[in-house]
């Protein structure tokens, strides 16, 4: 039979410890946990080693370029969390909070007033940059994102302001986009929208 026993810091503690055996249902379950527990430890800190990066891009740490999966069209972008919620496509109604950066300055965000939440999201249909009405960086970098996923982008000039720029972004300026999707799919007109 294998025993197992445990220290206790006082004398009523030890009176009621109890000594297992394989034989008894108790026993085998105790250890079956134990051996259960040890597994799903070994599996986390694997996993741990894996989002450390993501960890690290949360907290504004740079986050090597080669870690960014680059589009055709020169897009760069980097999933800081995978969300869970319905995926982003063309024709889809998104709602999204961003910060627009430049040389690590924010010129742009949604996140702007409103008490701690931080302002209103912002809503567009994927796939309006075809008309003008959304930047084409923030409408391509949006597709392939699910709600609750956050993601960074690289934006070239040609998909940000291009060789006009606006206000203080000057022309043919790479601009950071960090996107957090609020939400995707068939919202009311009004909601979410500027």
Same mark, same amino acid.
């Given at each position: 039979?294998?025993?197992?026993?445990?220290?206790?810091?006082?004398?009523?503690?030890?009176?009621e410890s109890?000594?297992? $055996?394989?034989? $008894?249902?108790?026993g085998r379950r105790a250890l079956m946990s134990y051996f259960l527990l040890a597994a799903a430890g070994l599996s986390i800190s694997d996993v741990a080693g894996a989002v450390s990066t993501s960890r690290r891009a949360l907290r504004g740490a740079?986050?090597?370029? $080669?870690?960014f999966v680059t589009l055709p069209n020169g897009l760069k972008y980097y999933d800081l969390k995978v969300g869970s919620g319905p995926v982003a496509v063309k024709g889809s109604r998104v709602a999204v909070h961003y910060v627009a950066k430049w040389k690590g300055?924010?010129?742009?965000?949604?996140?702007?007033?409103?008490?701690?939440?931080?302002?209103?999201?912002?809503?567009f249909d994927v796939g309006e940059s075809e008309r003008g009405r959304?930047?084409?960086?923030?409408?391509?970098?949006v597709q392939g994102m699910r709600v609750g996923g956050q993601r960074f982008l690289i934006v070239p000039p040609e998909l940000a302001y291009g060789k006009k720029g606006v206000q203080?972004?000057?022309?043919?300026?790479?601009?950071?986009?960090?996107?957090?999707?609020?939400?995707?799919?068939?919202?009311?007109?009004?909601f979410f929208f500027k």
């Open positions: 039979a294998f025993r197992c026993c445990s220290s206790f810091s006082s004398a009523e503690d030890a009176a109890t000594t297992l $055996s394989l034989s $008894s249902s108790k740079k986050i090597p370029e $080669s870690d300055i924010t010129f742009m965000t949604s996140r702007q007033g409103m008490g701690v939440g931080g302002g209103t999201p912002y809503g959304v930047l084409k960086g923030l409408d391509l970098g203080e972004i000057p022309p043919n300026a790479t601009i950071e986009l960090h996107l957090s999707c609020q939400d995707c799919g068939r919202m009311k007109w009004p």
